[in-house]
């Protein structure tokens, strides 16, 4: 297996055979292709980046050595595949990186935290590290491909990936869930102010009261003792 953490010369040969192969094969051979590269490695944008950029050079690879019998539909058709397997597997990043998210909130991590900071912060450039990865290895695959690529990309910059969407939908909550936690916090210390509040005022009004009647009365032993 190379370097890239998947066995390429395998994705470029499905897509170099593609006109024999539907989309959806293509498609989940680069899902599968993506994950493995991805596993065993930290999920950083660094990380991302390298995987992506090394799929999409080994479906641009295929995809020219078909293009010989499919013609320049398929071509395009295969690289959109791509991308969308590329997606398909992104989909997961974001999933294990909710999780993630969701034991440290769950721990009482709080905005403030860099930690924190940078975890959501990733999770919002996900979208564009992805696309970046493939519009710079699209744009070493060659004239013969620069057409395609182009209609594909401008594609998933009107539509978007479900990858984005998915990692927006990830911070909105997990900022919900902390904001909800912080009020939640305040709410109880509020509360056990008030109840603290009300044992001194009970405090004040019972016992206090008790204790200033016996040094009255007290004070008054005194005087008549005087007498």
Partial sequence: MSKAGFDQQALI?????AAAKGNEQLRKAV???TLKALQGRELSLKNIRGVVGKVTEAASAGAAQGALSG???KVESMLD???AGMDDALLKAVEANRLALQRLVDQGV???ETQLKKALGDLEKMEDTMMAAVKK??????????????????KFNVSGTQTGVQALGTVEQMVGQMHTTIRETRAASLKAAQTL???YTALVSGVMIGMADALREGGKGKSSAKK
């Fill in 13 to 17: 040969d499905q897509f170099a055979q």
């Fill in 137 to 154: 290895a699209a744009g070493s695959a060659g004239d013969g491909l620069a057409g395609p690529w182009k209609q594909v990309l401008e």
């Fill in 197 to 199: 509040a009300e044992s």
């Fill in 71 to 73: 013609g320049v539909a």
């Fill in 81 to 83: 595949t791509a991308v």
């Fill in 110 to 112: 709080s905005l403030r």
């Fill in 31 to 33: 899902h599968d292709a």
